[in-house]
């Protein structure tokens, strides 16, 4: 038992301890090849091109990288193509699209993944509403700790400029506190970067100096996120807490109380750190591993600090790997379509199902008719980084109040009631807890009962599979909504690191 579960706790940890052997990136492709990929692309996609409405230009982004993702036999027409991808999607403002474009490019080329955000915001920054801003910067934001974590301190610089440009447009001063905030921790970050540098250096000669390992250690493990190396200097360091707390993990058995010692630490630790996101990420993942077996007050800690913790996590593209894997399901036809309640009447369909792999975790809505009828519907998703609201259904009335049903952190919507007959009569969203194989049936909760209790009743989901769209029937020129189902996936998610 104690092998095992020290072994899945590795491979969980692996991402960020380094324990992956060897980098398998393809090299950037021949100039010549870019530049006769670039044409071929132009002349491809030249009708597309010429539209310059954002709505165009918004659907020209997600063909180009549907492109990308298809083309295997051209690496250096794949190349261009989500490129392509990031530029159009940056000039309309479309962050979640570039930054999955982006994702994905320097995870398959060796690229560096800031440099080809950078851009994307800064244009997105320039025409950014001041309705829009506060999501934007928010959004931005997390690619500020990704530069750094890369020692690219010129794209940390670059974006931080495009963040407080669309702070100042959102008169948000919560907001605008954050981004200058950051621009004053860049200058020190940039200076603890130049002394771990030589701290390096000094190791290669004296590798037991333990001030310089201290400086090192907290460099690699902080900052970048490479705990292998970092920890075993933090060992031999000048810091004793930080030494204890170090060999706490490079030793840890199986007891769940030492890895809810660890999580703890490391949360702690945070508390006194410029830059927060790694020692979060670490702490966050060690309450993820103590949770299973947490009880009672421990597990009521547990759960609050993941909570908090969870849109760090979601920021830093923790979860990013499951949306990769929707994604990939998604092109590969591998959902499945639930069956739908109401709507007998009824012939227009609708599907709406996001490429770029994402998780129903509520829904924005009114009611009708003295509550009777759902009236406007509009999917709320979480997305690889970020949370957006999906299209929406059905009439806003002038003057209706907008409610909102949403998944606490670290749960999703994992099935629906509804009910209908001629049209749709309810809907209540069931909310189950996310876990890296999809969701847990046994930890759930119930939204609220949106409409009334006309028509039959129908359950769909439930079975621990991520909802990654939703299908229906609508009528007329409003949109109203007769059937509501769900799509989801047709087996379980893995973690593959």
């Keep these: 038992m104690r092998v095992a579960v020290c072994l899945s706790i590795l491979c969980f940890f692996a991402p960020t301890c380094g324990l992956l052997a060897g980098d398998t990136k393809k090299a950037i492709p021949a ?136 702070a100042r447009k959102s008169k948000n001063l919560s907001v605008f506190s954050r981004s200058r905030g950051l621009a004053e921790d860049l200058d020190k970050l940039k200076s603890r970067y130049q002394k771990a540098q030589a701290a390096i250096a000094t190791l290669e000669s004296n590798p037991d100096d333990a001030e310089a390992n201290l400086l090192a250690g907290k460099h690699l493990c902080f900052v970048k996120g490479e705990w292998n190396r970092g920890l075993s200097m933090l060992v031999k360091g000048s810091d004793a807490s930080l030494r204890v707390l170090a060999r706490q993990e490079m030793e840890i058995k199986d007891a769940n109380t030492e890895r809810l010692a660890l999580a703890d630490g490391w949360y702690e630790l945070a508390a006194a750190e410029i830059l927060k996101t790694q020692l979060q990420l670490r702490a966050y993942r060690w309450y993820k591993a103590a949770l299973p077996d947490a009880t009672g007050l421990s597990k009521a800690k547990v759960d609050k600090r993941l909570a908090e913790l969870e849109n760090v996590a979601i920021a830093q593209g923790e979860w990013a790997w499951m949306h990769a894997e929707i994604s990939k399901r998604i092109r590969e036809g591998r959902v499945k379509k639930w069956e739908t309640v109401g709507g007998a009447f009824s012939r227009e369909t609708f599907e709406d199902v996001p490429p770029e792999g994402a998780i129903l975790i509520g829904f924005r809505y009114t009611t009708i008719n003295n509550g009777r009828h759902p009236g406007f519907i509009q999917p709320i998703w979480r997305m690889a980084r970020s949370e957006v609201y999906g299209q929406a259904y059905g009439t806003l009335e002038k003057g209706a109040k907008v409610e909102e049903t949403k998944a606490k952190p670290g749960y999703a919507v994992g099935s629906i009631y509804t009910r209908g007959g001629g049209g749709f009569d309810a809907l209540k969203p069931i909310y189950m807890r996310l876990t890296d194989s999809g969701l847990d049936t046994n930890d759930r909760y119930e939204g609220p009962h949106i409409g009334g209790q006309g028509g039959g009743e129908g359950t769909f989901g439930g079975g621990g599979h991520p909802i990654v769209g939703l299908h229906g029937k609508m009528s007329g020129k409003e949109r109203k909504i007769d059937a509501l189902s769900i799509v989801t996936l047709t087996s379980p998610l893995k973690r593959r690191e």
């Design 31 to 166: 100039a010549d090849a870019i530049a006769a990929a670039e044409k071929l692309v132009k002349d491809v996609f030249k009708d597309e091109y010429v539209r310059t409405d954002d709505a165009s230009k918004r659907a020209f982004a997600q063909k180009l990288l549907e492109n990308a993702r298809s083309t295997n036999d051209d690496e250096a027409a794949r190349y261009v193509l989500f490129l392509e991808a990031i530029e159009l999607a940056g000039q309309v403002g479309d962050l979640n699209r570039a930054f999955n474009a982006a994702d994905e490019l320097a995870a398959e080329f060796a690229v560096n993944g800031s440099k080809l955000k950078a851009p994307a915001i800064e244009k997105a920054a320039a025409s950014v509403s001041a309705s829009e801003a506060k999501g934007l910067v928010e959004l931005a934001l997390s690619t500020v700790y990704d530069a750094v974590a890369a020692d690219d301190y010129d794209s940390a610089a670059r974006i931080i400029k495009a963040v407080d440009s669309a």
